[in-house]
């Protein structure tokens, strides 16, 4: 009885310690905020796709930012790399030549921090 009461003590202790060293990265967290342009695609014609990343809520301009587009008919993503315009947003280009669903996942890494976002777009 008393040998289940220290392991259990100390499977305790190690979960405290894990939640509280996980706690302690959260002013790191990477985030990003995803806007099309126009916000409606219209097939055949060139949308910008726009991340815009965040660290502590502040705009950073030194992270790598690829994101995958796939149609509902795919099965494979198509990857493009957004570039930076220097005030903490990164921005590709695509003509969807299909209407349809498409959904956008977004990778963005700085150092040893990254995060990945998805986003649903319907193109008409």
């Given at each position: 009885?008393i040998?289940?009461?220290?392991?259990?003590?100390?499977?305790?202790?190690?979960?405290?310690?894990?939640a509280?060293?996980?706690?302690?990265?959260t002013?790191?967290a990477?985030?990003?905020?995803?806007?099309?342009?126009?916000?409606?695609?219209?097939q055949?014609?060139?949308?910008?796709?726009?991340v815009?990343?965040?660290?502590d809520?502040?705009?950073?301009?030194?992270?790598?930012?690829?994101?995958?587009i796939r149609?509902?008919?795919?099965?494979?993503?198509?990857?493009?790399?957004?570039?930076?315009?220097?005030?903490?947003?990164?921005?590709?280009?695509e003509?969807?030549?299909?209407?349809?669903n498409y959904q956008?996942?977004?990778?963005?890494?700085k150092?040893?921090?990254?995060?990945?976002a998805?986003?649903?777009?319907?193109?008409?």
């Open positions: 009885m040998e289940k009461w220290r392991i259990g003590s100390i499977l305790l202790s190690l979960f405290v310690l894990v509280c060293s996980a706690e302690g990265n002013s790191e990477l985030k990003v905020r995803v806007t099309i342009e126009p916000q409606s695609p219209q055949h014609q060139a949308a910008k796709l726009i815009q990343t965040l660290v809520g502040q705009p950073i301009d030194d992270a790598a930012v690829t994101i995958g149609h509902d008919s795919e099965k494979e993503a198509k990857t493009v790399e957004a570039s930076p315009d220097n005030k903490g947003n990164y921005i590709a280009t003509t969807f030549h299909e209407a349809g956008l996942t977004i990778n963005a890494e150092g040893e921090v990254s995060t990945v998805t986003k649903q777009i319907v193109v008409e």
